[in-house]
Each structure stands twice: as C-alpha cells, then as structure tokens.
C-alpha cells in the first residue's frame, strides 16, 4: 500500500522538534561524550539521546519500521518505512555553542526518500518537503536562486573528519576556490543544502557524507528546484554529492570531475 507522505512528514516534524527542543535547552555547558572516527569527529550525550527519543516516537506510532540513525546505526525492521536520522548535524557548531545545527529526519519508501524535515532550532527554521510536493521553510514555500554562471557563484561545502581526506578535499578546494564567487563552510550539511533550497547558496558540493547527512535535505532542495546528484548521472552519494540549480549543477560537475574531488587519492 502506497503510504500517507503527509503522515510520514508529520511523524518526522514531530520526532524532529520534540528531539531538536531538547537539543537546543541542553546546548549550553554540553561537553565531548566520545569521539568517534577521530580526535576531531565527537559526540556528546544529546547525539545520543536525542537519537535513542526519536526512535522511540517513530517505533511509537510506527512499531517495526527500520531506522538507520547515525550514532545507532541500522537497526532492522519489517515496516513498509525506512527512517534516516541524524540527531544532531553539525556537532561541532553545537558543541561550540553556534547555531549552524539541525536535527534531520527522512522517510523512505522504495529505497526513495519520500519525505523529510531538517528542524534547525537554534535559528528557528523548519524545513520540510514531500516528493512532488515542493519545499517549505516554516511554512512558507521556497525555491532555490535561478542559476548564475559558475564565476559568479557562492558554493558551500564541507570536510570530513580525516586528515589524508581533508588534504584531498584542500586540493580540490584550491582549484575550485579561484574559478568562483567564494566559498562558504557552515559546519551542517543538511543546514548547507536547505539554504541552498532557500536561495541563500548558488551550490554546493561535498565528499564522504552519509546517508543521514544528505537524505531529508536532499528532498527539500530537490523540491526546491535543485538537482541533487552524483558524478556522471549517479545519484547523491558518499563519493560526492553536487546540489545546484541544473545548470550550474554541470559547469559544478564538470569542474569537480577532473579534479578526483571524489576520491581520496591526490589526481596526478
Ligand atoms: C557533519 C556535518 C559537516 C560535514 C561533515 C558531517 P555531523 O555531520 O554535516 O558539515 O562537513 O562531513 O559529518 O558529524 O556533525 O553529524
């Protein structure tokens, strides 16, 4: 049976703001729980438990879908719904007491995100979207900026956690940096691509996001009129992932391609 989207945007609203609420009074004195792929790359309790109170809204109303969550990681079901969640993305802006953070919930249906909200708290935005049903932005409908050339646009990005791939994503970055207006790195991807949705970045692009990174944002900036992709034709994923106005979203493309910015090894 073809699911209720507005039902499954509601459920991730809901599980999003109660989660993002907590997060946001919790945000001051937080300190460093545990670190994960490095030094650098940290948790603190409220990824944790912000995590652990939206499984148990979404197993409340929806028992038994699969939920893959960045810091539980998969957890099997047989419900019809997978849900993508990343407590807290941007958790070093949270950490440093910033406001670039969100709490980024998707639904997905058929292995196609179907719906999803980025719940930003500390900045008040709720941004939301279900497929074929455009992008919102506490309500309001919003779209993206209409293409400019590549020379003239303000392209957002982001780095991993390791340092041989911060090297790589340095390279990349100098070549690109001189071909464009400037250079944005906000410290969220899901905040990056919805502002993207909202006019407020021409592009963006990154390497080594995961699934809960990119997957409610993704949607929101699709809808709002953005290509979301891969490299030659593939859809987003952890290689790269290029969001821009289609025809921005080439020239980006065709400037990343040749560079291995989605690869860890140096081009020769
Ligand atoms: C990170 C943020 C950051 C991006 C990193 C992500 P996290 O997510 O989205 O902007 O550059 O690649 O890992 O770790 O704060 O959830």
Redesign the pocket.
């Known amino acids: 049976p073809s699911e209720d989207r507005a039902a499954l945007l509601a459920l991730a609203v809901e599980a999003a703001q109660e989660g993002g609420r907590a997060a946001a009074e919790g945000q001051a004195g937080i300190g460093v729980l545990d670190t994960?792929s490095s030094p650098t790359?940290?948790v603190t309790e409220m990824?944790r438990s912000v995590e652990a109170s939206i499984r148990k809204r979404i197993h409340g109303i929806r028992p038994g879908d699969p939920v893959l969550g960045?810091e539980g990681g998969a957890e099997p079901g047989q419900g019809a719904v997978r849900w993508i969640v990343?407590?807290?993305?941007?958790?070093?802006?949270?950490l440093y007491g910033r406001a670039e953070?969100a709490v980024s919930i998707a639904a997905e249906t058929g292995g196609e995100v179907v719906a999803g909200a980025v719940y930003a708290p500390a900045r008040g935005d709720l941004y939301t979207a279900v497929l074929g049903g455009g992008a919102f932005c506490n309500g309001e409908p919003i779209s993206a900026a209409p293409a400019v050339p590549l020379e003239l646009a303000l392209v957002a990005?982001?780095?991993?956690?390791d340092a041989g791939r911060r090297a790589q994503q340095a390279e990349v970055l100098r070549a690109v940096l001189p071909r464009i207006r400037d250079i944005r790195?906000?410290?969220?991807?899901?905040?990056?691509l919805c502002e993207l949705a909202r006019g407020r970045s021409d592009a963006y692009y990154?390497r080594?996001?995961?699934q809960?990174?990119w997957g409610a944002a993704a949607l929101i900036a699709q809808e709002a009129g953005a290509r979301v992709g891969g490299l030659h034709g593939a859809p987003p994923n952890s290689e790269l992932l290029i969001a821009a106005p289609p025809e921005l979203f080439a020239q980006l493309h065709d400037l990343l391609a040749p560079l291995g910015a989605d690869t860890d090894v140096p081009a020769a």
Request: no cysteine.
């Open positions: 994960k790359d940290v990824d960045e990343d407590p807290i993305d941007g958790t070093v802006n949270y953070w990005t982001g780095f991993g956690y790195r906000g410290g969220s991807a899901s905040v990056d990154e080594g996001l995961n809960w990174d």
